[in-house]
């Protein structure tokens, strides 16, 4: 049965929902500008998107935001197969989505991309000798982890938190897209089930921190930070176990994420917390595909789109 695509200039609303990665307050904060709706028979795809023109053209091309936002289903169908969605009428030349993490993608031939770690109370609990020694001793000098409601987190956290993040973007060479401003952060701290987990040093200090939040089935420990000044102790570390126990608490896995690129140390680190592995999917889907032809630079290239190639 083939499928029809329709762009919705709406600022993602009509694929919004109370799950964090496709709330009003994160696509606010991501700036989507649209949705993209897929209709199949019986079943609805919705998803948000980001429109951008694309440089030296008139034609615009779509990505989802970030994280794993996905689509917002309706119905219960098999996936769609993308060659037998029409997209003529949204003015797309490709689309780029990341998928809700867990289950089958809605759409056919799908991406592998990372391997996300995940630490499941429906599992034995992992962690390594020597990071229970460290979470001990920060413990023992009196590092201290607390857990609070976004929403109300006040001035002294949301800045510790906005310190030690910069600071470690700073510090791993981070790419610009990752330098959020506190706008940003201030626009998903509304957002529904969204927390800060905070360990402090024995001088009160904000030494480490992430926001944790509840999307698709998951605990989603989404962007952290550890302060310059305390690096040296790990104590993200003690934000990760008292995370750890948070999951457990909700009776939800609770979803590391993964490295930068496959083995690297941050992927490493957080093998150390995970006991099981869940892929994550993407979908680059070509709208139209005499514009993409004639916009991509020639010979071969695994960036998508192709004309986007840095």
Known sequence: MKARAELIED???????????????????????????????????????????????????????????GFEVSGDSPAIDPEEIDFSGTGLVTV????????????????????CLLSDPALPRKSRPSDRRQVRRNAESGYEVEIIDAG??????????????????KR?????????DEDYFNAIYAAPATRIAIARDNGGVVAAASIATVSDGMLHYYLSGTADSNLRD??????????IELGEDLELPLNLGGGITAGDALEEFKRGFANREEQWFTSELICNKEAYEALSPAGSTDFFPAYRTP
């Not at 109300?152 to 973007?169: I, V």
């Not at 791993?172 to 959020?180: L, S």
């Not at 104590?235 to 995370?243: E, F, R, S």
């Open 11 to 69: 600022a993602g609303a009509a694929a919004s929902s109370p799950e964090f990665f496709r709330s009003k307050e994160f696509l606010k904060a991501e700036r989507a500008t649209h949705s993209l709706r897929i209709e199949c028979g019986t079943e609805t795809l919705t998803a948000p998107l980001l429109i951008r023109e694309i440089e030296g053209s008139d034609l615009v091309d779509g990505i989802s935001p970030y994280g794993y936002p």
């Open 96 to 115: 780029f989505v990341r998928h809700t993490l867990g289950g089958k993608p809605p759409l056919t031939g799908a991406t592998a991309r990372n391997v």
């Open 152 to 169: 109300t987190a006040g001035a002294h956290e949301r800045a510790g938190f906005f310190r030690a993040y910069t600071e470690t973007m």
């Open 172 to 180: 791993t060479d981070a790419a610009t897209r990752y330098f959020f």
């Open 234 to 243: 790990s104590p993200m570390k003690n934000v990760l176990q008292a995370l």
